[in-house]
Structures are given as C-alpha cells and as structure tokens.
C-alpha cells in the first residue's frame, strides 16, 4: 500500500486579485489552526464530502480540530479560495495533518481504502509497517462467515488467506473446515431433528395404512455415522472451494502480534509469521462449562454430541437456551430418557408466550423439566460408554438440594466469544471486557480501522449462519468493489427446531409492549391443527399462530410467530414480506393456500385483547 496522498504545508499568501489583502489575517488565523493541532479539517456544515470525511476520522478515532467554516465570521472562506491548490470549499473538505494539507474528498477515501491515510496518520504503530504485505487481507476463522467473506474478496482478485483452527473440547472432540454451523450446529441438529421427526412419521404412518411392526428401534450409530459422513462432504467441499478460487487456507490458530502482522500456529506448535492490509475477525463461538466439579471432566456439550460414539442413553440437559431445547428435542424424539433443568425461564430473549407453548408441548411427549434448579457437582459413579454420572443440584430459591442418575450430562448453557486468546491487546482492538464481544460500526468495522469482524463475535447482533454469511459478503463488496450496502441486521428471521418447529421474526410480543406500549399493539392469534395430523388424531390445537401489529403505523407487522410444522419454511416467505413493510390489511387481501398450516396468517381475525375463542377443529 503505497502513499498517495500528496501533502504541502499551506500556502504563502498566494491568492490571486483583489482579495489578497483582506485575507491577509484569517490566512493567519487558519494557519494558527494548522499549526497547532496534528488533525484540522475546513469542513461546510451542509457539505455532504465534508460529513463523510468527518464520519471517516470519527469512525477511526482520530482525534481532530474542526472548522465549519459557513458557521464561523471568516464567511469570505465560503466562496473564497484560501490558497493555491486549496480550493472550492463548498463542494469538498479540506484537510490538514501534521500541517501537510491532504487532498480533498475522494483522495481522502480511497487513501484510507489502500491504508495510506492510516500509515500518514501513524496510526496503531504503522510507522512500523512492512513495505509491502503478503496478503490483501487475512481472516482468522473459516466458519459461515470467514469462508464467505474469503470467497467475495477472491472475486475480486485480491490474496486473501483463511486460517481456521479447531481447538479439541475438554473431551478431545474436534472437527474440519466449516466453523460451528456446519460441524457442530445447524447442519448436525437439523438432521438429528429430521431422525426424530422420521419416528413421529413412523408412528403416525400406522393410520395411514402402513403396516410397520410394534416396536421400532433407532440405531444411534448409524445416524451418528450418516451425519458425519455428510459433514465431511462438506468439509471437503469447502476446501475445494478455496483451492478453487485460489484463496490460501492454512489449518493454524491465528494470534496478532503487532500492526498487520499475525502469527499462526498449526497443530505440530510450527509457528509462522504473516502481514496483511486488512484483517477480518470471525472466530466464533465455543461452548462455556459451568465452573463445578466434575463439568469438564464428565460433561459433554454440543459439539461433542453430534459426534457421539455411543449412544447419550438417558441424559440430562442443562441450559433452557434454543441449543438446549433442540437436543433435549431429538434426544427425545429418538427414543431417550431425556430431562431438561432450567435456571429459570425457557428460550430467554425470544417470545415468552411460544416458548412457554413450546415447553408444554415437550412436556406432553415424554420431556421431564426440572425448573428452577442449577447443577453445583457431577461425578461419575461408572465409567462407559455411556457410564453413570451423579448430578447434585441447588435450587436457585431454596436451599433445597437434589440428586439424579443420568448417563450423560449435555451442557448448553451459553457460548463464549473466541476473543480473549488472539492477540487482540497487540493491536488495540477494544472488546466488550464482560461477553467478550466485539463492538463495531455500522460497516463491521473494529476500532483500529484496518481490522473488521463478522458473526457471532460481534456484540449486540443475531448469531446466525446467514446473518454471519451476509455480513462477510457485504464486506468484501464495501472493500474490493465500490459498494456501500451495509448489512442490515433488523427483521432477521428464525427458527428453533424443538419438535414442535418454532418460527419468528421481527419483535417479540414484550419487545413490541416495550417499544410501542401496550395501548398501540394489536395481537392477532389462532390455534391450528395441520391437516396431516387429523387422521393420527395427534396434537389438536397445539400449533399456534400470532402476529404482533403496530396500530399507530397501519397496523404494520411488527412480530410474526409461528408454532408448527416447517415453521422455517413457512417464516422465510413471510420474512421477505414484513421487509416490505407488510400490514394486517395486506396479509387480509392475501388469498390463503388450502390446505396448509401457513394459510391461517391469511384469516386472522381474533385478537389477544378480545380475549375471544382460537381454537380450531379442523378445517
Ligand atoms: P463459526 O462458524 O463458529 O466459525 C469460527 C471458526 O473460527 C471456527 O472454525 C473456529 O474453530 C475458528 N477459530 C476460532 N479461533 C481461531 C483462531 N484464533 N485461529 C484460527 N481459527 C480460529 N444458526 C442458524 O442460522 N441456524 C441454526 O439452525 C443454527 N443452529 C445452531 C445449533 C447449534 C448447536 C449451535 C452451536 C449454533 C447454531 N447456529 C445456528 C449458529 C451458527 O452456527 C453460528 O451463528 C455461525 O456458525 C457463526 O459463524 P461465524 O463465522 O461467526 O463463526
Ligand atoms: P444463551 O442464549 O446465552 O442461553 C444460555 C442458557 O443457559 C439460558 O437458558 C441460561 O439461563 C442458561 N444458563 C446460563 N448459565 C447457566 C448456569 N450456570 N446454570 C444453569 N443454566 C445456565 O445461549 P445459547 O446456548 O442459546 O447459545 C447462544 C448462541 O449459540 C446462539 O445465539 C446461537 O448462535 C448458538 P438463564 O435464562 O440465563 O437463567
């Protein structure tokens, strides 16, 4: 990255014809200015150039001397040029560093694109900054996020390295290129989800004429190994993908060590030292333990579970987060013995009124829920595989304690943001010091302007696969090709695979209270029965629909839930409509598909308020 930016320092008294003698003493009074302060921008307030470039030292954190020059006495600057070379005030920003005069605007920003503006500005140590560097930009961690910011950025033909280590859990469990999603999150519990919903199939079949024997087994096994051999499709997919696009992948943990530079080590303790221009934080999370005796030793967590080489047999959950409720759902499904011991309230942050339908719901087909509890001592009473662990656990309101039997122990109480042990001191990049989070602007990026970050590390976004995907593809296009969309992180769909599917997006009932006030929301709600599940005679009135509108805008959708099957396909389509800013009226003049569960939304006529019957008997 080469320095373009020319510099002089301000003219003598150069300015041509009458005026020359009339500005003899703001001249002075602006070059006092300069020299007193290492940052001075001449700015219009009204200038859009001068807002951005303002924006631009701001968002650096660069501290800076400003003159809004239409607000000050010296008014003649407004239409007067001040010097040679300096000209044109109202259409652009002038600026000076160290008192050597910048060129304007466009120069400005594309000199902080090539990392110029920050080497004249001896940002974060760049004075020691190596002449050239290997590679455009460095992403440490191949997840959803790196591997698709990696990917746009070759596009673009820029040299771009992923470095993506897997740090084996307690148990020694580890896994390849893909990050959580595909390894250890979305991907696995999807699939051990569709295992239990094949059972339920199973079961309702026999109503549907199918004669399938009284008893039938599931094989743990085979599903486990099923899974795993689609994961390393995968694994091996996304390599190719690099390979491909002449993207550099290295199997190293990355750590800074100082401006632009980083060092990796791989799994034989080989270090090697790299630099970048730019460098992109997208490390993830991992799963906390809870700090008793016997967690680390005895527990598992999820990325240890879906590649469980025995059978979990009968287990208990620990956690009430959407992780949480998935496994204990599949664990269940397939067949266990399976308890869930809540803190205190089910899928904390999501609407309270589905997540309290969706623990009945798992209650009714066989979960146990042991609420209000915490476990404060796990110790093995057999070694196996499984082997029998005892959990002793304190009430969270009570001093009462109790103990129980389980064969295994599944931890799913939260995940820590991979930021702590890369190096992030070295390089002044600030994080939230309680959650470990990464703060950053609108654009992701960090407070030291050369480095940015992407997915579930960054504070106060959703932690999502696509959301993470969106982000880096975003990026790269900001960076290598001229565009300015910014991600947008409102109106995220999703959906928790508990057994009864739960879908959202947009805000939660409370949320929508808290934001709106409750006088301004209209709920509207209805029961369903899908269809499929009449014959098997199963589940009446069980699925649920809601939406939460704002009466003071249209009754615009502000909330969409659904509780039911495919509940993720069924939001997704919603989803695109809500970003068009849907209405109740609209979702009235939408013809329904008959017969469907999704069609409901179409018919919703009773509200929350009026406290009117919503249960169905079919269609
Ligand atoms: P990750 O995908 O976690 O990737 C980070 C990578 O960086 C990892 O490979 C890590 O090992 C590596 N790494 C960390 N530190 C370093 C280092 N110093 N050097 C080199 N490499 C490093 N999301 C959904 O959208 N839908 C779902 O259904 C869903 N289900 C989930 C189920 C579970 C059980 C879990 C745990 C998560 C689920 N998620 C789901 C969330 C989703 O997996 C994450 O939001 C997504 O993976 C985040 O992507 P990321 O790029 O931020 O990080
Ligand atoms: P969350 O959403 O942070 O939830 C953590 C859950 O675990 C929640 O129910 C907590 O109960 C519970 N918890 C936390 N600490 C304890 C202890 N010490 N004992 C018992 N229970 C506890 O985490 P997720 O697992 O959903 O994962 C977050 C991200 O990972 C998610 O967004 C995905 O991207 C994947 P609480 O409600 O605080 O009482």
Redesign the pocket.
């Known amino acids: 990255a080469k320095d373009r930016l020319s510099s002089q320092t301000l003219p003598e008294n150069s300015a041509t014809g009458s005026t020359s003698t009339a500005i003899t003493e703001p001249r002075a009074r602006l070059q006092a200015y300069v020299d007193s302060h290492s940052v001075v921008i001449f700015s219009k307030s009204t200038c859009k150039r001068c807002t951005e470039v303002k924006k631009l030292f701001k968002s650096m954190c660069v501290p800076y001397f400003l003159l809004e020059l239409d607000q000050t006495e010296d008014s003649w600057l407004v239409s007067k040029p001040i010097g040679s070379g300096v000209t044109a005030l109202g259409h652009s920003p002038v600026l000076f560093s160290e008192r050597r005069k910048l060129c304007g605007h466009g120069p400005t920003l594309k000199a902080y694109q090539e990392g110029s503006l920050q080497k004249l500005l001896k940002m974060n140590g760049s004075e020691d900054l190596p002449g050239t560097y290997d590679y455009d930009l460095i992403i440490?961690?191949?997840?959803?996020?790196?591997l698709a910011a990696a990917k746009e950025a070759a596009k673009y033909n820029k040299k771009v390295m992923v470095?993506?280590?897997?740090?084996p859990t307690p148990l020694g469990t580890k896994w390849g290129l893909?990050?959580?999603?595909v390894n250890?999150?979305?991907i696995p519990?999807?699939l051990m989800h569709q295992a239990a919903l094949l059972g339920q199939a199973v079961r309702d079949s026999r109503n549907y004429g199918w004669n399938v024997e009284e008893k039938v087994g599931h094989d743990w096994g085979k599903m486990t190994e099923a899974v795993q051999n689609h994961i390393g499709s995968l694994n091996w997919g996304y390599r190719v993908a690099l390979r491909e696009k002449k993207v550099t992948y290295e199997n190293?943990?990355?750590?800074f060590v100082g401006p632009h530079r980083i060092k990796t080590t791989n799994n034989k303790g080989k270090e090697k030292i790299y630099s970048a221009e730019r460098f992109l934080i997208?490390?993830?999370?991992r799963p906390r333990y809870l700090g008793i005796p016997g967690d680390r030793e005895y527990c598992i967590s999820?990325d240890d579970l879906f590649s469980l080489s025995y059978c979990p047999g009968k287990t208990l959950v620990v956690g009430a987060s959407y992780?949480a409720l998935?496994c204990a759902g599949f664990l269940a499904g397939i067949g266990l013995d399976v308890t869930v011991m809540v803190r205190s309230i089910l899928l904390r942050g999501f609407d309270q009124d589905m997540a309290n339908k969706i623990g009945e719901h798992m209650q009714e087909h066989g979960v146990k829920f042991i609420k209000q509890f915490v476990p404060i001592k796990v110790e093995q009473i057999e070694a196996g595989a499984p082997g029998r662990l005892k959990v002793v656990a304190k009430s969270t309101n009570s001093d009462k304690i109790i103990e129980g039997e389980y064969n295994t122990v599944l931890l799913a109480i939260g995940?820590d943001a991979?930021t702590r042990?890369?190096g992030l001191e070295a390089v002044g990049v600030k994080i939230n010091e309680k959650n470990g989070k990464i703060p950053v602007t609108d654009e992701e990026q960090t407070n030291v302007p050369y480095i940015y970050a992407?997915?579930?590390?960054l504070e106060g976004k959703p932690?999502?696969?696509?959301?993470?995907i969106q982000a880096g593809r975003l990026l790269a296009q900001r960076l290598y090709a001229g565009s300015t969309v910014k991600c947008d992180y409102e109106n995220v769909p999703?959906?928790v695979?508990t057994p009864l599917e739960y879908g959202a997006c947009g805000l939660s009932e409370e949320k929508a209270v808290e934001k709106f006030g409750e006088e301004n929301i209209e709920v509207y709600h209805s029961y369903f029965w899908p269809l499929e599940w009449t014959v098997p005679s199963r589940d009446s009135n069980k699925c649920y629909a809601k939406i939460v509108c704002n009466m003071k805008d249209s009754e615009r959708v502000v909330g969409f839930h659904i509780l039911g099957p495919n509940a993720g396909e069924v939001t997704q389509g919603f989803a695109a409509a809500l970003k068009c800013g849907l209405t109740k009226q609209q979702l009235d003049s939408t013809i329904g598909i008959h017969p469907v569960c999704a069609e409901v939304f179409t018919t919703l006529s009773v509200t929350k308020r009026s406290g009117g019957s919503i249960l169905q008997a079919g269609c």
């Open positions: 440490i961690g191949g997840g959803s996020g790196g470095l993506d280590f897997v740090t893909g990050g959580t999603c250890v999150g979305c519990k999807k190293a943990y990355g750590q997208a490390t993830g999370e999820s992780v998935e995940r991979c042990k890369i992407i997915g579930d590390i932690e999502l696969t696509p959301v993470a999703t959906t695979f």
